[in-house]
């Protein structure tokens, strides 16, 4: 029941959270440094939290939305990442599947992308006094309805893909999951060589 | 008319709301200047028409796009002076888009966003391997939005609109002669001191097993040797396979 509970703020806090990659801002509100202490915070576990936004930090440190290209989405996988290593104990299996939700959610974010342009005819075809009332109802529009899918993309994929980490975890030998604390420390590496060869590019 | 420049600024931070592949930025756009164009028609009729006409194409960086914002409104004002043409006002915007997003694009999303992260990160990983088990983090978090968001978001939504509106397109003229481009080039350079720093002194946080040290440098460098050959997502997934096997036989 608890646990239930936990996944659905979450997933409410989540949905907040992604207003800030495109609907309002874009404060950076929605990094997951910023977002790792958020969750860690709020599941009671900030040491971890920070460490997973730390990871994600590095490891995503270059996608960045140039031109019409949609990141690979570095909130969701960290988000899950924390909420799944709360519910499973493993910290990673976690960061895997972590990973590749943020390219799961890419896909998500793309679709919704070309949902919006069906809209758009809604003005096109609107009579002149409604005009404006109706774009100001798109903005409406596309505030609930980024905050909705992404809830329920959480929802959906904390109850299947979390029980799946939950079980994988079972499996796992207890050594693996518990005595790999050495490779997180290495972690940071791969980000930190990525992003010098960012910086170095022309 | 100040009022309407800060509602077309608080606007404006919805711009990319309703982004969609077939105009992608333009339920934003027009969502943003129409309090600038209720103020310049009081006519119904007219006043949508226009909203209408700035319903079409529009793509560019969000921060800059107050750049085009504060243009447009300009060009608006001249447009009922009969200065300049219907055209060249939408033509003008369009047009702009596309060089304001490059400097975006290069000035904040790969250079300063990146320098920010880069910032806060160190900020934690100076503190040694256990960093996350030591730290009260909210100061580092709350800098890391401080710095972002008040030397680089806000001002340039903000002066981008009034300087906009108030030089014209001359200033894309001024822009280029400030030179973003030397901007680039000290914030990576800065970037790149600072993860070498950071790097050293974290890698003397595990100094406890040589293994590692070696291992962290290692992966440094295969990392940045694979990023420039592949994907930044295959080298993350390559390199963290190639550690755990590695861990994995050393437990066992």
């Known amino acids: 029941m608890f646990v239930s509970f936990k996944i659905l703020v979450s997933s409410l806090l989540a949905g907040l959270i992604h207003l800030d ?36 930090e590095l490891l995503y440190i270059i996608e960045i939305p140039v031109g019409i290209k949609v990141p690979v989405d570095a909130t969701s996988s960290t988000v899950f990442s924390i909420v799944g290593f709360e519910i499973s104990g493993c910290l990673i299996l976690s960061l895997i599947f972590g990973f590749f939700i943020g390219f799961l959610y890419k896909y998500v974010d793309m679709l919704t992308r070309s949902l919006n342009s069906v809209v758009l005819s809604w003005v096109d075809t609107a009579k002149n006094e409604v005009v404006i009332k109706r774009i100001n109802l ?30 994988l975890c079972k499996f796992l030998p207890s050594r693996i999951i518990f005595d790999v604390h050495s490779l997180i420390s290495i972690l940071p590496a791969l980000g930190i060589g990525i992003c010098i060869n960012h910086f170095l590019e022309k | ?113 990146v320098f920010c992260s880069v910032l806060v990160c160190s900020y934690f990983l100076l503190h040694g391997k256990n960093f996350y088990n030591e730290l009260n983090i909210l100061p580092g978090l709350i800098g890391f939005l401080l710095i972002y968001n008040l030397i680089g978001h806000i001002p340039i939504r903000i002066v981008g609109l ?68 592949i994907n930044w997502s295959l080298v993350v997934v390559f390199l963290f396979l190639v550690n755990f096997l590695f861990y994995w036989l050393v437990i066992k």
């Open chain 1, 21 to 56: 990659i495109l609907v309002f801002g874009q404060f950076m509100i929605s990094r997951p440094i910023v977002v790792g202490g958020i969750f860690g915070y709020f599941l009671g576990i900030p040491q971890y939290g920070l460490l997973i936004g730390v990871l994600f």
């Open chain 1, 138 to 167: 798109l903005i409406f529009y596309g505030i609930i309805f980024t905050y909705l899918r992404t809830v329920l993309f959480y929802l959906i994929s904390f109850s299947s893909l979390g029980y799946l980490l939950c079980v």
């Open chain 2, 1 to 113: 008319m100040k009022s309407s420049i800060f509602c077309v600024f608080i606007r404006s931070l919805f711009l990319e709301c309703v982004w969609n592949y077939e105009r992608m930025q333009n339920v934003g756009f027009a969502f943003s200047i129409i309090p600038f164009l209720k103020r310049l028609y009081k006519d119904k009729e007219k006043l949508a028409k226009k909203v209408k006409l700035h319903f079409g194409f529009f793509n560019t960086h969000p921060y800059f796009a107050s750049i085009i914002l504060g243009i447009t409104m300009k060009m608006e004002e001249k447009y009922l002076k009969g200065e300049v043409s219907q055209d060249e006002v939408i033509r003008n915007k369009t047009m702009l888009a596309g060089p304001v997003a490059a400097i975006g694009d290069r000035l904040i999303w790969s250079s300063w966003r």
């Open chain 2, 162 to 229: 009034y300087l906009g509106y108030h030089y014209s397109y001359q200033i894309i003229e001024k822009i280029a002669k400030f030179g973003p481009q030397k901007v680039v080039k000290l914030i990576r350079s800065l970037g790149i001191i600072i993860l070498l720093i950071v790097s050293f002194v974290y890698s003397l946080s595990l100094l406890d097993i040589k293994r590692d040290v070696i291992l962290f440098w290692f992966n440094i460098f295969l990392s940045m040797l694979l990023s420039r050959k």
